[in-house]
């Protein structure tokens, strides 16, 4: 079975000021794993998302995340965060059943909050 | 391209009662999904359809959760009698098909906006 953590339920940080948000994972086949942030009274939008390839994935709004297989880790970093980062984040997993079958699996959410 | 689209955005009934949400998925997108999230707990998958079948609805709570993908456009997800435990936001994702599995990977879900379900 698959399942994802993410240690931190809220995470204040100062403006301008550089950002973690840490998501671990198990599973026991090869993963795809996404980030999506929900903006306040908004939907859940992807913020980016690792299939293969490079560990270091780019997203949108200046997020980037790292693919540590050995940690089972895929933190999410941004070196300097605005007020309009204000928002709660989930880490996922893609899991795939059988052909056809597949399902996304969310960690709880880290909802970050930014100090000016 | 319009996105997901998910209505009521917000429904508040009695214990009991009947509630259906609807989704409107992105058009051309074969694949829809619904998850819900109670309150501070994590987003979980209640199931999953291709076109009009259900693919897997293994996440489905209990019978009194009907979901329903008539033609394969727009699904509605039906609680009745609704219980208070039922409180939470709905989520609806669509995502498009692909020929093979090697490419299905490739296709991420768009979530919409949920419906947030308070039941009294």
């Known amino acids: 079975a698959q399942s994802v953590t993410q240690l931190d339920s809220q995470v204040p940080v100062f403006e301008e000021a550089p950002v973690e948000l840490r998501c671990n994972y198990s599973?026991?086949?090869?993963?795809?794993l996404f980030w999506y942030v929900q903006y306040p009274n908004q939907g859940l939008q992807l913020l980016l998302k690792?299939?293969?390839?490079?560990?270091l994935v780019k997203g949108i709004n200046g997020f980037e995340a790292e693919f540590n297989k050995s940690q089972t880790s895929f933190h999410l970093r941004k070196p300097s965060v605005h007020i309009s980062d204000t928002a709660e984040y989930f880490c996922?997993?893609?899991?795939?059943?059988?052909?056809?079958?597949?399902?996304?699996?969310f960690g709880t959410g880290t909802r970050l909050t930014i100090i000016p | 391209e319009a996105g997901v689209t998910q209505f009521p955005s917000h429904s508040v009934i009695e214990k009991g009662q009947t509630v259906t949400l609807r989704c409107d998925p992105i058009?051309?997108?074969?694949?829809l999904y619904w998850y819900r999230r109670v309150m501070g707990k994590e987003i979980k998958f209640l199931l999953h359809?291709?076109?009009?079948?259900?693919?897997?609805e293994s996440g489905m709570p209990n019978n009194r959760f009907l979901a329903e993908r008539t033609g394969g456009t727009y699904s509605t997800l039906k609680v009745q009698p609704a219980e208070l435990e039922d409180s939470g936001v709905y989520f609806c994702?669509?995502?498009?098909?692909?020929?093979?599995?090697?490419?299905?990977?490739?296709?991420?879900?768009?979530f919409g906006d949920g419906t947030r379900l308070s039941i009294l």
């Open positions: 994702a669509s995502s498009q098909d692909c020929a093979g599995f090697a490419t299905l990977q490739d296709q991420p879900q768009h």
């Open positions: 599973s026991s086949v090869s993963v795809y």
């Open positions: 690792y299939l293969s390839g490079s560990t």
């Open positions: 996922a997993v893609r899991y795939f059943t059988n052909f056809g079958n597949e399902k996304l699996t």
């Open positions: 058009s051309g997108h074969d694949n």
């Open positions: 359809f291709v076109k009009e079948s259900k693919q897997d």
